[in-house]
């Protein structure tokens, strides 16, 4: 299956900004609709935001509407997560994982095939 390294993530203060990169293996990128979910501590998995194959739909959790923008380069098989009004609650391990097939939207993991192995975020307060 597909492999997904995630960088950028590291700590920053309350309303700061970061950007999250993943990057995918192989020549089947552009196939996967792809997503950002994250897990804090103490706290179950959550979705965060997706992106359809071409770039042209996403879709975001309430939590980070207005705040966090997904954006994709296939030609370059990297997936982003921009995350500006940084909160200390959007402290977690943030993921990027991949998903195969034709529903829309993406928002469950049980979806998702391929995930990588989690990039740390920190806020402070």
């Known amino acids: 299956q597909m492999q997904l390294v995630e960088s950028g993530g590291g700590l920053v203060q309350v309303g700061g900004s970061l950007r999250l990169s993943c990057v995918g293996s192989?020549?089947?990128?552009?196939?996967?609709?792809m997503g950002w979910f994250r897990q804090g501590p103490g706290k179950e998995r959550e979705f965060v935001a997706t992106i359809s194959r071409s770039g042209e739909n996403t879709y975001y959790a309430d939590s980070v509407k207005g705040r966090f923008t997904i954006s994709r380069d296939n030609a370059k098989n990297t997936v982003y997560l921009q995350m500006n009004s940084l909160k200390p609650e959007d402290t977690a391990v943030y993921s990027c994982?991949?998903?195969?097939?034709?529903?829309?939207?993406?928002?469950?993991?049980?979806?998702?095939?391929?995930w990588g192995q989690g990039t740390q975020v920190t806020v402070s307060s």
């Open positions: 192989g020549r089947t990128f552009s196939m996967y609709a």
């Open positions: 994982a991949g998903a195969a097939g034709f529903l829309w939207p993406k928002f469950t993991t049980s979806e998702f095939s391929s």
